[in-house]
């Protein structure tokens, strides 16, 4: 009898992991709107955000847990307002859990947590203008990422951020 040959090793390229420490930078666009008290609108925001991103993933089987911390520029503001009132936010950021489903490179996540931010009102009429740091609010999102290759990942992500409420005038 004969002695079959020896099969050469098949090679198995590493499968694909979200688990590890990222850095990031992100573009995009957003709006939403401004109310008095609860009740009236004061101004419709829109412009444009971009910054930055940190944060770590952990991958369970399919399942992706994670932490991020952004911070964006923003040029959201309400314009004129035929003079009434002006509102602009110049900048926020949000700490947010991640959670979601892999399936190989593509990722489908909720995300949702803390967030600050700057909001400047004025009242030309009344030369009143006020300028704080609202620390009360919160985020919420969803986004869909796909890893290109194993350090370059792309993604589209919608996110509501509410910068919660600030008593403007001091009453």
Not at 42 to 58: E, H, R, S
């Amino acid at each position: 009898p004969r002695k079959a040959p020896i099969a050469a090793p098949v090679y198995m390229p590493p499968a694909f992991t979200w688990t590890g420490f990222y850095v990031g930078a992100n573009a995009g666009y957003g709006w939403g709107n401004v109310n008095a008290g609860g009740f009236a609108n004061v101004g419709d925001l829109d412009g444009f955000v971009g910054g930055g991103q940190i944060g770590y993933n952990y991958q369970i089987g399919q399942f992706v847990l994670g932490a991020e911390a952004d911070f964006q520029g923003a040029d959201l503001s309400s314009g004129d307002n035929l003079g009434l009132v002006n509102v602009k936010t110049e900048w926020y950021g949000t700490v947010r859990a991640r959670a979601g489903f892999a399936f190989d490179r593509f990722l489908v996540y909720a995300t949702g947590g803390w967030a600050y931010g700057n909001v400047n009102v004025s009242v030309p009429a009344l030369a009143f203008s006020s300028d704080r740091t609202h620390t009360g609010g919160y985020a919420i999102g969803g986004g869909v990422e796909y890893a290109f290759t194993n350090n370059l990942i792309g993604g589209v992500e919608y996110m509501y951020v509410d910068l919660g409420e600030k008593n403007v005038a001091g009453i």
